[in-house]
């Protein structure tokens, strides 16, 4: 499970270190950074898919995503008296994510390449560093694998550093390049886990969205991103998954009515909701844009192969109140198998998930002078300790 995680010079997330549990609920206004910190989270994931490069130059490149304010913020702008000043850095400018869990953690420090003479690619950034370190706070006897630049060390079995020094691209991750389990079996066991955290953001539920379609079923463990393969996720959670846990779901949302999901002789699954009061089920297509976006969640939320990780963005969107203590109570069971953390604006969604889960940690982002600072609540301890690995 994570316990921390880091965040500096990714838009307005300047520097943010915040406490993970096992279900963490991430609230704020609009513009607090919320949005922010849950792109930033996918960043961290890329990496270990060899798309951070990518997922950056889609954002507009490295320098578009950097913190815009000055590197310093003095007295005198904190006391109202200065303008904020400066643009010109002294310090190395980079990109840092990272976290920290019960056994390993991990960092890396993205910055801008020293330019090349007609290269085209002078705006692709470069691993500067990138560390994975067992126990809670980076130290040096505690590294596993260090990389500066294109070189990873490594340490031996006995503790030692390896003699040989281990050579990689410096466009790509070494959790990518260097997942050798012969050499550092710690990166490969890191990158695997974070290969494994999942993302959800807003389902499409128009006319035409993926889940209306009727498709040829398979197997289906972990519902895909677009939500094309309802049916069939949802015929896999009753046959393999908790079937209880899905009745329950579809009965705290909806009193009197229950799911099935029909095969056809081609092998086209439909799924269909039997609703009390009426005298025939209704398909996929006649459902209404909350019911279908809720039963996505279900899908999503009860999956039979729990990730170690998994996010959701704004999961109350288009959901009707009375909709938010069941999805939070989807939550909370979701977060007995796997370590969820929830981006929300919604006031009566977070709510409903404190009085669902009780262990629920609540972390609330504001803005102060621009930057996205987590917002001071009484006994609340001070950010967790965190230490970023030096150029």
Not at 256 to 282: A, I, N, T
Not at 299 to 314: F, H, K
Not at 353 to 358: D, P, T
Request: glycine share 8%; hydrophobic share 40%; net charge neutral.
């Amino acid at each position: 499970m994570l316990t921390t995680l880091a965040v500096q010079n990714y838009r307005s997330l300047r520097d943010l270190v915040l406490p993970l549990s096992r279900l963490t609920v991430v609230t704020g206004a609009n513009g607090s950074g919320k949005s922010n910190l849950y792109r930033a989270m996918r960043l961290l994931a890329d990496a270990a898919r060899s798309g951070a490069v990518g997922a950056l130059a889609r954002e507009g490149g490295l320098p578009s995503t950097l913190w815009a304010g000055p590197e310093t913020i003095g007295r005198a702008v904190r006391e109202g008296s200065a303008p904020p000043q400066g643009t010109v850095r002294t310090k190395s400018v980079g990109l840092r994510l990272g976290f920290t869990g019960d056994e390993f953690g991990y960092a890396l420090d993205l910055g801008m390449p020293v330019p090349v003479e007609k290269s085209a690619f002078n705006r692709d950034p470069e691993f500067k560093r990138e560390c994975v370190w067992s126990g809670s706070v980076l130290r040096k006897g505690a590294l596993l694998a260090d990389r500066d630049g294109p070189v990873v060390r490594t340490r031996e079995a006995g503790g030692a550093w390896g003699r040989e020094a281990h050579r990689i691209p410096v466009t790509d991750s070494m959790l990518t390049s260097f997942a050798d389990p012969r050499v550092s079996p710690e990166v490969l066991v890191v990158r695997e886990r974070i290969r494994s955290w999942r993302f959800y953001d807003h389902f499409r539920t128009d006319a035409d969205a993926p889940a209306r379609q009727v498709r040829i079923g398979t197997r289906t463990s972990v519902l895909d991103h677009d939500g094309g393969d309802l049916a069939a996720a949802l015929r896999t959670i009753e046959e393999i998954g908790d079937i209880d846990a899905l009745h329950t779901s579809v009965e705290n949302a909806f009193p009197g009515s229950r799911l099935s999901v029909e095969v056809g002789e081609d092998g086209r699954l439909e799924l269909h909701v039997h609703q009390y009061g009426l005298l025939r089920p209704l398909s996929v297509a006649e459902l209404s844009d909350g019911t279908l976006r809720y039963l996505l969640w279900v899908a999503a939320l009860l999956s039979p192969r729990p990730p170690e990780l998994l996010v959701l963005n704004e999961p109350e969107t288009s959901l009707h109140p009375s909709l938010l203590p069941a999805l939070a109570t989807l939550i909370a069971t979701a977060a007995e198998h796997t370590q969820v953390v929830v981006v929300t604006h919604a006031r009566p969604l977070v709510h409903a998930v404190q009085a669902a889960a009780s262990e629920a940690n609540l972390v609330e982002l504001e803005k102060e002078f621009g930057a996205t600072v987590l917002a001071e609540r009484p006994g609340v301890l001070d950010r967790p300790a965190w230490e970023w690995p030096k150029r």
